[in-house]
């Protein structure tokens, strides 16, 4: 049979509550017991100010999901683990590529899991657009990644997004690295990046990666957090079978000009359901390629100053 687990929020900010508190609420194998944020509370829980607060009030907790920024998702999950809890972690997987190695050698030392959540891998095009390139497409020619959106309308007033480890444009644009790093059949390496950076703020506000896959197709990304009203998250690939189109973030799919019929949109409940099935057979999930791509841009980017965002 299978088990139901104690969980609790840790982080309950703009993604808690739009997708995890709903997802946790229809998932069966969850049952939510408890929060911890510094400056909000939910309804018909426990809620404490932090993570130590919550672990040292709730021993019979079996799992933690982390929703906080990335900055704090390190500590975070360090006291979750070494208190013997299952870890979900929101995306990123941390602040840095390390630190996320680290917390995979904890989690395997107190035999808890730990899940680098990628919520856009959930989405419904990438599966069978997984299956079309992995089976029929011939050779991937080429892939080109356009995520732009407007940052005053998706991120209003977050500073963290600003900070060191806050990734700045690629807090979006990490969800398209985690699809094409799902998809392609190939491994890509990181050749080059520009990286145009506010003069008030650390991270970026756009970027551009220069990719190449191992079968030496270009890979290319543009991130840009300065386009509006409607937003742009696509990624074409390029096939011998022609072309393969993910729109609005992984929701629509073509393949060869033929728009593919979908399953309805579940990117979070499939992540719990995900989250469920790793402790139940006592696995882990941490691809940390998404991230590692990031940290190469940032390691190997040039930068490019531009004018304040005045935050
Ligand atoms: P957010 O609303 O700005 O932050 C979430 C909550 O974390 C805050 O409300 C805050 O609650 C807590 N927090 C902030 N700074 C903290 C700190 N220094 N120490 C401890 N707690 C802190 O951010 P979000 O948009 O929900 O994003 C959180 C994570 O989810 C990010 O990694 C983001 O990439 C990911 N994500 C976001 C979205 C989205 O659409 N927003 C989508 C997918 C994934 P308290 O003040 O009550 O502590």
């Known amino acids: 049979m299978k088990g139901i687990y104690k969980l609790a929020v840790v982080g309950v900010g703009k993604i808690a509550r739009d997708q995890h508190l709903p997802a946790i609420a229809a998932q069966p194998g969850f049952e939510l017991v408890a929060c911890a944020s510094r400056n909000a509370s939910v309804d018909r829980v426990r809620n404490y100010r932090d993570i130590d607060a919550l672990l040292a009030a709730e021993p019979s907790i079996d799992a933690v999901s982390l929703c906080a920024p990335p900055q704090v998702r390190y500590a975070q999950a360090l006291a979750a683990l070494e208190a013997g809890k299952h870890v979900m972690l929101e995306k990123p997987p941390g602040a840095s590529v390390s630190e996320v190695a680290a917390l995979q050698e904890i989690a395997q030392a107190h035999g808890c ?13 990438v599966e069978p657009a997984r299956e079309w390139l992995a089976k ?11 995520w732009k959106e407007d940052v005053r309308r998706w991120h209003p007033g977050q500073q963290w997004i600003w900070e060191p480890g806050g990734l700045g444009v690629f807090d979006p644009g990490i969800n398209a690295l985690s699809i094409v790093t799902r998809v392609l059949p190939h491994e890509i390496a990181l050749r080059g990046a520009t990286l145009t950076t506010p003069s008030d703020t650390s991270t970026p506000i756009a970027a551009e990666l220069d990719c190449v896959a191992t079968n030496g197709a270009p890979v290319r990304a ?8 409607v937003e742009e998250w696509d990624i074409d690939i ?9 729109r609005e973030g992984g929701k ?14 579940r990117e979070y409940p499939a992540l719990y359901e995900q989250f ?13 390629r998404p ?21």
């Not at 469920?276 to 940390?288: C, F, Q």
């Open 238 to 246: 390029d096939t011998d079978a022609g072309r393969l189109s993910m």
């Open 276 to 288: 469920h099935a790793l402790i139940e057979t006592k696995a882990s999930d941490v691809d940390v």
């Open 291 to 311: 991230l590692r791509l990031v940290a190469d841009a940032f390691l190997n980017g040039r930068r490019v100053e531009t004018e304040a965002f005045g935050r």
């Open 252 to 265: 629509r799919l073509s393949i060869a000009g033929k728009e593919i019929d979908l399953g309805r949109e």
């Open 136 to 146: 029929d497409a011939g050779a991937i020619r080429s892939v080109e990644v356009r």
């Open 113 to 125: 899991t730990l899940f680098a959540s990628w919520h856009s891998r959930a989405a419904s095009a």
């Open 222 to 229: 543009v991130f840009d957090w300065r386009h509006g009203p």
